[in-house]
């Protein structure tokens, strides 16, 4: 009878590690996954999903599984404070994510109440890293870097010429219109016009109208692809030829399709090509074998998922405090898009925009080129 009960008790250790050994930790990703920002949402979901297939074949973090939920938030705060609850009922330990800053703001609150560490990859509102949290991360930059670069660039390559500045009202858009406003003005330049717009509509022809009376002859842009896109084929077909400038919420080839050719001439500020990269090539690879073009925030969702492995390795636990403790200390992670550091607010200590045109290739597709 002892021996029988001996066995048995083995037997439930063995399954007991089993089990411990196939655990899984449950991962968020959450953005607009429908409506009309649905492309930045395919690339925070492909690329958190790609990095944890990987993750998994190497065989986990800490010995774990990952397993990935994703939350549509459809760039809709409200929506957003939804899905981050619900990832607090379902047992997510990290979030990569949101998309919005406006979404990514309010939904972090509840990750900070419930102890889930976030990183969005795409949240460049500097209000996201300045609460003083200590679960925010991001793996971008700030507004306030990108929009230093556009006001620079249009002060003094633009020099001279007649400028308007439009935004979307959102946390976003009119925060990168406001940075880059603010830049060019200490440079200097006057904005012959400034206007918020409203998401969602379909019919721009009033602001239209309003920038053809102001003689811009640059438009800068403060918003996504979407109405950006509107706006620069409405402004083409009144005869307005001004250039627009606008910032990373426009890095979809969608834009192209919405804008049609008048995008061509576009400028754009986004941090250098992180397909280029020889970090990335593999991975790039692995996207392309199943269709996917890995663009924009795509590699820097990746990149998110590799920094929490990394962070929970050198903390020897999934303990959300400890591994913020750690990307806090100053610890070099190795991305997809590079060497990553983060400094005491949880943003990266490598602001590195650059500028892009949209030109038209070689095979006719219109696209974003790195200047």
């Not at 979030?95 to 406006?102: D, E, K, L």
Request: charged content about 20%; overall charge neutral; aromatic content about 8%.
């Amino acid at each position: 009878m002892k021996k029988v009960w001996l066995s048995s008790l083995v037997l439930a250790a063995g399954l007991g590690l089993a089990g411990a050994a196939h655990a899984q930790i449950k991962l968020g990703v959450a953005g607009p996954i429908t409506g009309p920002n649905a492309a930045f949402g395919a690339q925070l979901k492909n690329g958190t999903e790609q990095a944890v297939e990987d993750i998994n074949k190497a065989g986990g973090i800490l010995g774990q599984q990952l397993s990935v939920e994703v939350g549509d938030d459809v760039s809709d705060p409200k929506q957003g404070v939804s899905v981050a609850n619900k990832f607090v009922g379902d047992g997510v330990k990290f979030v990569v994510g949101h998309f919005n800053s406006g979404v990514t703001i309010p939904a972090s609150e509840v990750y900070m109440d419930n102890g889930l560490l976030m990183i969005t990859p795409s949240a460049t509102n500097p209000k996201v890293t300045e609460r003083n949290m200590w679960d925010v991360f991001r793996t971008c930059g700030r507004d306030d870097q990108q929009g230093a670069v556009a006001g620079h660039y249009i002060a003094e390559q633009l020099k001279g010429k007649k400028v308007a500045v439009l935004h979307d009202k959102t946390t976003y858009g009119k925060g990168l219109a406001d940075e880059t406003k603010k830049t060019m003005n200490s440079l200097g330049v006057t904005e012959v016009l400034y206007e918020g717009v409203n998401t969602g509509e379909k019919d721009y022809s009033a602001i239209v109208s309003k920038i053809k009376a102001s003689g811009a002859e640059v438009v800068y842009w403060g918003g996504l692809h979407t109405e950006g896109g509107l706006i620069v084929r409405q402004m083409r077909d009144q005869g307005v030829q001004a250039v627009m400038m606008s910032g990373d919420g426009i890095t979809s080839d969608e834009f192209a399709t919405i804008g049609g050719p008048g995008v061509i001439g576009t400028l754009m500020t986004f941090p250098p090509d992180p397909r280029k990269r020889p970090e990335a090539q593999e991975v790039v690879k692995e996207f392309t074998a199943k269709n996917f073009n890995p663009e924009a925030y795509t590699l820097y969702s990746y990149a998110a998922v590799q920094i929490f492995k990394q962070a929970a390795e050198k903390a020897g636990s999934i303990d959300a405090k400890k591994m913020a403790e750690v990307m806090h200390s100053g610890m070099v992670f190795k991305t997809v898009i590079g060497d990553i550091s983060y400094d005491k607010k949880g943003d990266i200590t490598r602001p590195d925009y650059v500028l892009y045109v949209w030109k038209k290739g070689d095979d006719g597709k219109i696209t974003y080129v790195e200047m």
